[in-house]
C-alpha cells in the first residue's frame, strides 16, 4: 500500500465515529425551468459516419478502438458516482472516475457540471439525486447509469425506490448548476417531447458493491432494513451487486448466495468477489488504466468466461471487479447511443415526410 493510501486507511479509523463529510459546493448562474424540446436531443446529434459505426457495434464486446474513436464522440450518458460515508473514503471512489476516463470516458460526463466534485455523498438526499438525474436526461438527453460504493450504494438502491413511486409521489428537478430544485416535478422528455414526471423514469445501469452490513444501523439508513436493500425495483433496467467473500462491514461471507433480487421487471446479476479484496479500497482502481497489458484485458474481459489476468509483474488489485463494471458500462453507454441515434433517425424521417 503506497503512503498516500496509508494515510487514507488511518484517516478512515480515526473517523469510524464520525459524521460523514458532504463534498464541496458551488454556485454557477443557470437558466432555470423546462428545456425547450429538440434542444437536448439537437446536442447529441451526430454526422451519418460517426452514427452508422456507432449502431455497428456490439454491445457486449465493445473495443478499446470502438471507445476511444466512436463512443467517446457520440452520445455519452453521464455516469453517477457515490461514495463510502466516512470521510476519506470519497477518494476511493475518485479513483475510479480516473480510471474511467483511463480507459476513455469523457472526463465532462463524469465531473459535477456545478462544483466539479467526481463523485456525490450518500448524505445527499435520496430525492435531490432523483431529481438530478431527471434534469441530466431532460438536459443531456440520456439517463445516466449510477455506481455506488458501500453507503454510496444503498443511496443508490434508495434513489432507485424515489424513481419508482414507491416512497413519493413527487419528486422535484435538482438543477446541479444552482445546487437547488426547481419550482416542478416533471420534465420534458428529450424523445417524444411530452411532458412527463420524474417519477417513472427508469435507469439503464446501476451497480453497487459492499453495500449493507453495519452502514443499515446507522439512522439515515434504517428504512433499507429488513432485507428492502436487496429488493431491486423496477426503475432501472440492468443492476448489478458485487459482494466480497469477505466482508466484515457489510456482512458479507462466502457462499451467501443471491444477496439482490428483483421485485419485478429489472435484471439483477449477482457477483462475488474474492475474499481477499478489501472493502474500503475496492474501488480504488485508477492504476488499472495505466497499464498497457491489464487495459487490454479489462477491454476483452467477458462476464460470462472471464480470462486468467496478465502475468506480468503488474498491480492488479481490483482487477476483476473494475473489469466487470467496465464491461457493463460499455454496454449500456453502446445501447443508450444507439437508441438515441435511431431516435434522431425517425425524427429526421417524420420531419422529412411531413408537409412543409
Given at each position: 500500500?503506497?503512503?498516500?493510501w ?14 460523514g ?16 424540446y ?15 459505426s ?35 473514503v ?62 454510496g ?15 413519493v ?67 432501472v ?120
Open positions: 500500500m503506497t503512503p498516500a496509508r494515510a487514507v486507511a488511518l484517516a478512515l479509523a480515526l473517523a469510524l465515529t464520525l459524521a463529510c458532504a463534498g464541496l459546493r458551488g454556485a454557477v448562474p443557470a437558466a432555470s425551468g423546462p428545456i425547450p429538440a434542444s437536448a436531443a439537437a446536442r447529441q446529434g451526430v454526422d451519418d459516419q460517426l452514427a452508422a456507432i449502431l455497428q457495434i456490439d454491445p457486449q464486446q465493445v473495443s478499446d478502438r470502438e471507445v476511444r474513436e466512436l463512443l467517446a464522440k457520440g452520445p455519452t450518458p453521464r455516469i453517477v458516482n457515490l461514495h463510502g460515508g466516512i470521510y476519506p470519497h477518494l476511493v471512489m475518485e479513483s475510479f472516475s480516473r480510471f474511467l476516463v483511463g480507459m476513455g470516458y469523457p472526463l465532462d460526463k463524469i465531473r459535477h457540471p456545478g462544483d466539479g466534485r467526481l463523485s456525490h455523498s450518500p448524505y445527499e438526499s435520496s430525492l435531490q439525486i432523483a431529481g438530478t438525474l431527471a434534469w441530466y436526461y431532460e438536459t443531456e438527453g440520456l439517463m445516466p447509469m449510477l455506481v455506488g460504493h458501500s453507503q450504494g444503498i443511496q443508490i438502491v434508495k434513489v432507485l425506490y424515489v424513481l419508482d413511486g414507491n416512497d409521489a413527487e419528486v422535484p428537478v435538482w438543477n446541479p448548476l444552482l445546487d437547488a430544485a426547481e419550482p416542478r416535478a416533471t420534465i420534458r422528455d428529450p424523445f417524444s417531447g411530452a411532458e412527463r414526471p420524474v417519477v417513472g423514469l427508469k435507469v439503464p445501469f446501476a451497480s453497487v458493491v459492499g453495500a449493507g452490513g453495519a452502514a443499515l444501523l446507522l439512522p439515515n439508513q434504517w428504512e433499507m432494513g429488513g432485507g428492502r436493500l436487496q429488493r431491486i425495483p423496477d426503475s433496467i440492468d443492476f448489478t451487486g458485487y459482494a466480497l467473500g469477505v466482508d466484515l462491514i457489510a456482512w458479507d461471507l462466502p457462499g451467501s448466495g443471491a444477496r439482490y433480487r428483483p421485485l419485478g421487471s429489472a435484471k439483477v446479476r449477482n457477483v462475488e468477489l474474492p475474499a481477499d479484496y478489501s472493502h474500503v479500497f475496492v474501488a480504488a482502481t485508477a492504476h488499472l488504466a495505466r497499464e498497457p497489458a491489464l487495459r487490454d484485458w479489462i477491454n476483452a474481459y467477458r462476464p460470462e468466461h472471464p480470462a486468467d489476468p496478465p502475468q506480468e509483474q503488474s498491480n492488479t488489485t481490483n482487477l476483476l471487479w473494475a473489469a466487470d463494471v467496465w464491461h457493463d458500462i460499455k454496454k449500456h453507454w453502446t445501447l443508450e447511443a444507439q437508441k438515441t441515434i435511431r431516435a434522431q433517425h425517425a425524427r429526421a424521417a417524420t420531419q422529412a415526410l411531413a408537409p412543409h
